[in-house]
């Protein structure tokens, strides 16, 4: 092929093939890209999807350990029968505080926590004892003896949130307008807790935890967003946010 060939009619074509071979390249690698990314959100969604399945469980696990110490406890008297009463009390609401606090962390979607939530509302509402020998320590009596103690400074939103379930199961009945309310109070900690929850699933720092407990003591969860009460007493029906304290 001689120069002339190469000139006229060679390099032509190439000039002329060379904008659509970028562009077929350009578009090929444009599609890779985006299979890739669909992979990996693909990839992302199942292991989220797995990571719930496992928390549920791991939930699931712990209320039968519940269930099998609440038998037990029938059996029991004395101080024997306290002891044990305060055991589970203890276990079932640090096991509802991290239920919470599984649902912050993106580990639980919204529909399994409001059905825990709304279970958690039918039994103050309900209030029965725990066994029938100790009629005393009922389910009020465990939240506001254990369950508030334990978790009123190491966890205030939860406690925020289980004092507005309080409220809410004073009205009469568990119905559609109740579970519509306890829909808008989650969608309340939905949308103050964005920039919390955002954090916490990526990897929070100290000092933004320590803010963020500092600048959002409650989540506004409480009726004119009041600030958690110092109180020398509790009453069996009134909570950090009351008035009338």
Not at 26 to 37: D, E, G, H, S, T
Not at 92 to 114: C, E, N, P, R, V
Not at 167 to 176: A, Y
């Amino acid at each position: 092929m001689d120069i002339d060939t190469l000139r006229n009619y060679i390099l032509p074509i190439i000039s002329a093939l060379t904008p659509i071979i970028f562009a077929a390249s350009a578009y090929f690698a444009y599609n890779a890209l985006q299979a890739a990314r669909r992979n990996i959100l693909e990839t992302i969604q199942i292991n989220r999807r797995n990571k719930r399945a496992d928390t549920i469980l791991h939930c699931n696990v712990r209320y039968d350990e519940l269930y099998k110490l609440r038998i037990s406890i029938r059996d029991m008297t004395g101080d024997a029968r306290d002891t044990a009463i305060h055991a589970y009390y203890a276990r079932f609401w640090g096991l509802k505080s991290d239920q919470f606090d599984y649902w912050l962390a993106g580990l639980i979607d919204i529909h399994t926590f409001f059905d825990w939530a709304s279970s958690t509302l039918r039994s103050f509402k309900d209030n029965k004892p725990l066994v029938d020998s100790a009629r005393e320590k009922d389910f009020m009596w465990g939240w506001h003896s254990i369950g508030w103690t334990d978790n009123e400074i190491t966890n205030p939103w939860f406690s925020q949130l289980i004092f507005t379930l309080i409220k809410l199961s004073k009205s009469d009945g568990v119905n559609v307008a109740i579970n519509d309310q306890l829909l808008e109070l989650l969608n309340i900690v939905d949308v103050k807790s964005r920039a919390y929850r955002d954090e916490l699933q990526r990897e929070m720092s100290i000092a933004f935890y320590v803010k963020t407990r500092r600048d959002l003591p409650n989540l506004g969860l409480l009726d004119g967003g009041v600030t958690p009460l110092r109180k020398t007493s509790r009453s069996r029906d009134q909570g950090p946010g009351d008035r009338s304290a």
